[in-house]
Each structure stands twice: as C-alpha cells, then as structure tokens.
C-alpha cells in the first residue's frame, strides 16, 4: 500500500469542515474491516483509509500545525499500512467491566509473543506477527492494543478471496475461532491486491 503523504493530510479548519461526513465514512468502513474474536479480542484490518483517519485526527487532537510534528505522526502511522502481500491489523482487548481489567490482561500474558493468533486460509495457517513493545511477560505488563502482520505466502493470497477466512486464537486462556463475513473477505481481499 502507498504511504500516506505530507500532501494528503488537511490543515486543522479544512478538517473541520470534513470531519463528520469523512467519521462517518471511517466508521461504516472500519464496522466491514472489524473481526472480534472470543471474548475480549477484535481486530481492526488497517488500509490507507483507516490510517489517514487516524493522522488526521491526531493532528487535530494534538492541534498540530508545524510540518515536522505532523511529518513525525506520518511516519509512525505509516508503519501501520500492510507492507506488499500482507494484511495487519490493530487487536483490542476490549473489557467492559473496568474490575476485569487487570485480571483479565494478567491472563492474557503473551498473547503477542508466540503463535496463538492465525488466520486460517482454506489449508493455509498463517501466523500473526506482533509489534514488539506492547507487552513485558517478565514485568507482567500486557497493553489492550497492539498491532498485529500476517504475511501471506503466494499461495494463501491466491486462494484468499473464494477460500473461508478465519481469524483464529488458542491462547491458554483465550480462544476462539471467526469465520470473516463475506464483506470483510472481500475488503481484506482488495488490500491484497
């Protein structure tokens, strides 16, 4: 996928005056590009909308209005976009009751540091790769959000858009299996090519 550019990205008033219509566009897409997973995991399938989305409204959270600082912010979220033949996403351990929190990211320990997250492409398994930093098992500290990379052999991407895609978890503590929405295949499907 294309990195986002410099150019691509509105001042704060010009992106004001498109905020809503282009949030609620962010929004129906990210609901087709959206897997949960289990009890406490979704996943959300990045794409160069998803994360000009989220430049965007860091720059205006941040009120930034020097080039450099939103240089910067470009460059981190780029690293976000699917790099060629592969798809990633951001996970979310999402915990509804704030007294679950630290008992369920305890138990949850690991979860990006081996192979319990896959997605399964009719015979193709593929591993997700996670960004180092979002976790310390010997400190015992897990974040609720880290971003996972599957890279997909020629095969499996071949195969991706008439096979069943399923997103799938066997931690010790969590698992779960998802069948993708046809919808969905079919997004994920477009990033591949």
């Known amino acids: 996928m294309t990195p986002i550019a410099a150019g691509e990205i509105l ?8 905020r809503d219509a282009r949030r609620r566009d962010v929004i129906a897409l990210k609901a ?34 020097d ?8 460059a981190v979220y780029n690293t976000l ?3 060629p033949g592969e798809l990633a996403a951001t996970m979310f351990i999402e915990i509804g009751e704030p007294e679950r929190i630290k008992p369920v990211l305890d138990a949850l320990l690991g979860i990006d540091t081996r192979d319990y997250v896959r997605l ?23 974040s609720a959000v880290h971003f996972v990379r599957f890279a997909l052999p020629p095969a499996a991407r071949r195969r991706f858009a008439e ?31």
Do not use: C
């Not at 001042?11 to 498109?18: A, M, S, T």
């Not at 997103?167 to 919808?183: A, Q, W």
């Open 81 to 83: 976009l699917p790099r």
């Open 11 to 18: 001042n704060l008033y010009d992106y004001e005056r498109v």
């Open 67 to 74: 080039e450099a600082k939103i240089a910067e912010e470009i």
């Open 32 to 65: 087709e590009r959206r897997v949960a997973v289990g009890r406490y995991l979704s996943f959300v399938f990045e794409n160069r909308q998803t994360v000009w989305f989220q430049i965007q409204e860091m720059v205006r959270a941040e009120r930034l209005v």
């Open 120 to 142: 399964q492409i009719g015979p193709d398994v593929v591993a997700g790769s996670f960004e180092a930093g979002h976790s310390d098992e010997e400190l015992g500290k897990l």
């Open 163 to 193: 096979s069943d895609v399923a997103l799938v978890v066997e931690h010790p503590n969590e698992r779960g299996r998802t069948l993708l929405s046809e919808t969905t295949r079919r997004r994920l499907a477009e990033d591949l090519a």
